[in-house]
């Protein structure tokens, strides 16, 4: 059987581009009715199938050249996702930073320097997710994307990830000794749960980012 040129063109672009699913997919609906269209176009002229097809992508652009481009599209996005996730754990961040501190007393300097990181955290996670929401969204219309935005998103992200954890851990442990241990005990699920989302999402941005500097 012949191979379907179309087919093979979307098949090498799937493979060179990550990014979020949804996206990823409306974007390669889009290439595929462009090729369908131009493919259609042609053979009602009397072009056989396979020659329109071969045309179509031809004159559509190698995949290896057009796939910076969409894969920078879909970076962006996956960098407005990671913000957005970076931004539901600022609250939680907060929230961790004080049981942590509230656990910690004025005897355990270890539990209070683990509270400022949080409080750190929280603070950098909180600030650069509302600017990468700016800059990725109304402000494109003024000014371009910062290149090494989604990078820094990305890490950033992932510190808050790491954040997480050590608040999961610290809560974990002091919640056995803590009086109000139903709450602390609750805000270390909270943290994991947080740190599986905001893990999950900076680990995407960061393979997005790996993905644009092939």
């Keep these: 059987m012949n191979a ?26 889009e ?3 462009g090729l369908v269209d131009a493919v259609e176009a042609q053979t009602r002229f009397g072009v056989p199938h396979d020659q329109a097809a071969h045309r179509a992508v031809r004159d559509f652009g190698a995949a290896d050249e057009i796939a910076p481009s969409f894969q920078r599209e879909l970076t962006i996005a996956q960098t407005r996702r990671t913000a957005r996730a970076a931004a539901v754990t600022v609250p939680v961040l907060v929230v961790c930073q004080l049981l942590v501190h509230v656990a910690a007393g004025d005897p355990d300097w270890r539990l ?11 603070t950098a996670s909180g600030l650069l997710a509302v600017t990468a929401l700016l800059a990725t969204g109304p402000l494109t ?6 290149h090494r935005l ?6 950033t992200a992932t510190a808050a990830a790491v954040g997480m954890a050590l608040a999961a851990v610290a809560l974990g442990v002091t919640s056995a000794l803590s009086t109000d241990w139903p709450l602390t005990g609750f805000a270390g ?6 740190h599986g989302v905001v893990a999950a999402s ?4 960061r393979e997005c980012v790996r993905a644009g500097e092939r």
């Design 189 to 194: 699920v909270l943290a994991i749960a947080a």
């Design 141 to 146: 219309r003024l000014l371009p994307t910062p």
């Design 150 to 155: 989604p990078s820094v998103v990305a890490w």
């Design 4 to 29: 379907d040129p179309v087919e093979d063109y979307l098949a090498e672009l799937t493979s060179s581009l990550h990014g979020p699913a949804r996206a990823k997919a409306a974007m390669l609906r």
């Design 31 to 33: 290439v595929r009715d």
């Design 112 to 122: 209070g320097a683990l509270a400022a990181h949080l409080a750190a955290v929280a």
């Design 202 to 205: 900076a680990r995407d941005c």
